[in-house]
C-alpha cells in the first residue's frame, strides 16, 4: 500500500486549497483517516479525522474552515481547507488506517502519506 499526498503550495490569507491524499495497493477498506499538520519548531497535530461509521471531527483551530471527505471508489481522501490563514502554514500530513490483502490475507494497519506543504503568506 502506498500513499500520495498532493495539493500544497503557496496562497494568500483568505484562500483556498484541496489536499489530497490518494492510496493505492489490495486495499479492502479504509477505516480511518487523518490529516495531520506540523508547523516549523512545532508538534504534530492532529486537525481532521473522518471514522467510518462514526463521522468527522476536527480541530478548534480549523472548525468551520477545514472539510474532510473522501471518495471510497477512487481510494481518495480529501482535504478542502479555505479562509486560510498563515497560522495553517505547515506540512500536511495524511494518514490511513485501513485493510489490505496480503497473500490473501486481510491485514490492518495505518500508513502515512509524505508531506505536502502549505504555506499562507501574502
Known amino acids: 500500500v502506498q500513499l500520495q499526498a498532493s495539493g500544497g503550495g503557496l496562497v494568500q490569507p483568505g484562500g483556498s486549497l484541496k489536499l489530497s491524499c490518494a492510496a493505492s495497493g489490495s486495499i479492502f477498506s479504509i477505516t480511518r483517516v487523518n490529516w495531520y499538520r506540523q508547523a516549523p519548531g512545532k508538534q504534530r497535530e492532529l486537525v481532521a479525522t473522518i471514522t467510518s461509521g462514526v463521522g468527522t471531527s476536527y480541530a478548534d483551530s480549523v472548525k468551520g474552515r477545514f472539510t474532510i471527505s473522501r471518495d471510497n471508489a477512487k481510494n481518495t481522501v480529501y482535504l478542502q481547507m479555505n479562509s486560510l490563514k498563515p497560522e495553517d502554514t505547515a506540512d500536511y500530513y495524511c494518514?490511513?488506517?485501513?485493510?489490505?490483502?496480503?497473500?490473501?490475507?486481510?491485514?490492518?494497519?495505518?500508513?502515512w502519506g509524505q508531506g505536502t506543504q502549505v504555506t499562507v503568506s501574502s
Open positions: 494518514n490511513l488506517v485501513l485493510t489490505y490483502y496480503d497473500r490473501r490475507a486481510l491485514v490492518s494497519s495505518d500508513f
